[in-house]
């Protein structure tokens, strides 16, 4: 646990912020800055895209809906970069609950889209518009009614809470339910993309020693490694979040003064970068 004293984190009247704080706070609008000027670019283009080509397959009404979840996303970004550049939340309690919500949700379904993706690919079938339409649905169905509601219920309830400062929920954190709630996130994500990532490797393997040394030229191996690259945005944007969260509930912050919140916060950060997905789409479809 990061050892800092109150009074090195205590903002001044003159409404300036420690070095240190400032420096993370810096790293947040940068990280947020990137995602959504990046993932609006992203999105646009490859709506202009998908719009020109109107093709109705699995795979796109999938995009549509990764589409869709980082759009949600990226709306709240302007209110995190307000809240990291004036030190001081404007917006409401609710509405910081709201968007702290927001990011786990985009989180997780964005994750289940990647790996539907990936097994679908790895299946090698065409699955049936109707049966992908109505999991999409269940998804955005439990997630937006069931979750995040919880989230709203459970999370910033305690009324020691200062609520100029947000996204910091330490002490509902410390619940027994929620303790195992991240746990068992954090070991079916690590878990999924373990297995997912030995099968993926195997098949990319057996397609290079079949296809060798024209692989490039073949559909089926450049399909399979376009799932392998949701495999690293999963491994480079989600994993690191979920391994530092250990670190974060078995070390939880005692006061509101203490950085540890904004390490938290720029690993959570970094899930968001995930929005890039669609700038890589088009280099694909480019290529």
């Not at 646009?44 to 796109?60: A, D, E, G």
């Not at 459970?154 to 339910?177: A, M, T």
């Not at 950085?259 to 789409?281: G, Q, R």
Request: proline letters at 2%; hydrophobic letters at 55%; glycine letters at 4%.
């Amino acid at each position: 646990m990061f050892n800092t004293s109150s009074a090195q984190h205590t903002i001044p009247s003159n409404g300036t912020l420690p070095q240190n704080l400032e420096r993370l706070h810096l790293i947040l609008i940068g990280l947020y800055s990137v995602t959504m000027a990046g993932g609006i670019v992203g999105i646009i283009v490859m709506s202009r895209h998908l719009f020109q080509r109107n093709i109705q397959t699995v795979m796109t009404i999938i995009i549509i809906n990764l589409m869709a979840v980082h759009s949600i996303l990226l709306l709240s970004l302007p209110f995190r970069l307000a809240y990291y550049i004036l030190s001081e939340w404007k917006f409401g309690w609710l509405t910081c609950k709201m968007f702290s919500a927001m990011i786990y949700a985009h989180m997780y379904i964005t994750f289940i889209f990647y790996v539907a993706i990936i097994i679908i690919r790895l299946l090698r079938q065409e699955f049936k518009r109707c049966y992908t339409t109505t999991w999409i649905a269940a998804v955005w169905f439990v997630m937006i009614l069931v979750i995040s509601p919880i989230f709203l219920s459970y999370y910033g309830i305690s009324k020691s809470y200062n609520h100029s400062k947000c996204f910091q929920f330490h002490r509902d954190i410390q619940e027994q339910g929620m303790v195992i709630a991240n746990y068992s996130l954090i070991g079916i994500m690590v878990a999924t993309v373990s297995a997912l990532s030995i099968i993926q490797l195997a098949v990319i393997f057996q397609l290079v020693m079949k296809y060798w040394p024209d692989m490039n030229s073949h559909v089926e191996f450049r399909a399979q490694m376009k799932s392998f690259f949701f495999i690293l945005v999963i491994v480079v944007c989600f994993i690191p979040h979920h391994v530092f969260r250990i670190y974060y509930i078995q070390n939880f912050p005692a006061d509101d003064d203490n950085n540890l919140f904004l390490y938290n916060e720029i690993f959570l950060a970094f899930t968001a970068l995930c929005c890039l997905d669609m700038l890589c789409f088009i280099a694909g479809i480019a290529h």
